[in-house]
């Protein structure tokens, strides 16, 4: 495990986005696994500014996002797929067809999963998997459980992750009560894994992840079990300098 200790959330963002870009100059053709929130804006917004500058070339890359939610369809401003498109994929050059979110209007998420990890697989896995941490130790919509469970499924979110995100919506009763997430098989499986956590309210989730027993509860805690983890993270919040 590597851990990056950053002053503020500019220098997290920088350091996270250099850990992607130098794994797209080493493999042009690599697949990354993305995230959404608040925490990877500032990464997203450095990989658009140096794909801008000529520094990255996306144009070979591929890409699975972690989760999304059910019901909206990707062009609601709240789901996962317009998230990304207006976050990162519309300013970089990747090519869209190549991007990958997990269909939140699925009639089936059970077989949707079942696809979506087996279309992973047939790419050859994930170089480099982006991850934030929910305040209740969630990775992707892993939240806290009885089990860790490896295949990509449909979870009924906590309250107090539906509370974490009502502040994307209007009000609570708008945030949707299931997503459909990418589970720890592919998560562990990607060769390099980049965890990202920013602000007061994620430092003792962090540590009870990073030092704490592995257990379901923290969903986050399996990657201590990681071979290739970096740990980018920074006490102060996004809006402090
Ligand atoms: C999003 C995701 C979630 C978030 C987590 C932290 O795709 O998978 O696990 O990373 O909820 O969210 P923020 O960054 O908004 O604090």
Redesign the pocket.
């Known amino acids: 495990m590597r851990i990056i200790r950053c002053e503020n959330y500019k220098e997290a963002s920088e350091k996270a986005a250099a850990v992607i870009a130098s794994q797209v100059i080493q493999k042009p053709d690599c697949v990354l696994g993305?995230?959404?929130?608040?925490?990877?804006?500032g990464t997203y917004a450095n990989l658009a500014k140096w794909c801008d500058e000529g520094l990255v070339d996306f144009s070979k890359v591929m890409s699975f996002?972690?989760?999304e939610y059910m019901g909206l369809s990707p062009e609601h401003d709240q789901s996962?797929h317009y998230f990304m498109k207006h976050n990162l994929f519309d300013k970089i050059n990747i090519d869209q067809s190549r991007t990958f979110v997990p269909d939140g209007l699925a009639e089936d998420p059970s077989s949707v999963g079942e696809a979506y990890d087996a279309h992973i697989a047939s790419e050859g896995g994930i170089d480099l998997q982006l991850?934030?941490?929910?305040?209740n130790g969630?990775?992707?919509?892993?939240e806290p459980c009885d089990e860790f469970v490896a295949p990509t499924h449909l979870v009924t979110l906590k309250e107090n992750?539906r509370e974490?995100?009502a502040r994307f919506f209007t009000s609570i009763d708008e945030v949707p009560t299931q997503a459909i997430?990418m589970g720890m098989k592919s998560i562990m499986q990607a060769r390099k894994v980049l965890l990202?956590a920013?602000?007061p309210d994620?430092m003792e989730i962090l540590k009870a992840a990073l030092e704490g027993p592995v257990t379901p509860q923290v969903p986050a805690s399996i990657l201590q079990l990681h071979k290739d983890l970096v740990v980018v993270y920074c006490e102060r919040g996004q809006d402090e300098a």
Not at 131 to 135: K, N, S, V
């Open positions: 993305l995230a959404t929130g608040s925490t990877p804006l996002n972690l989760d996962y991850l934030g941490i929910g305040r969630h990775i992707g919509f892993n992750t974490a995100n997430t990202m920013c602000g994620k």
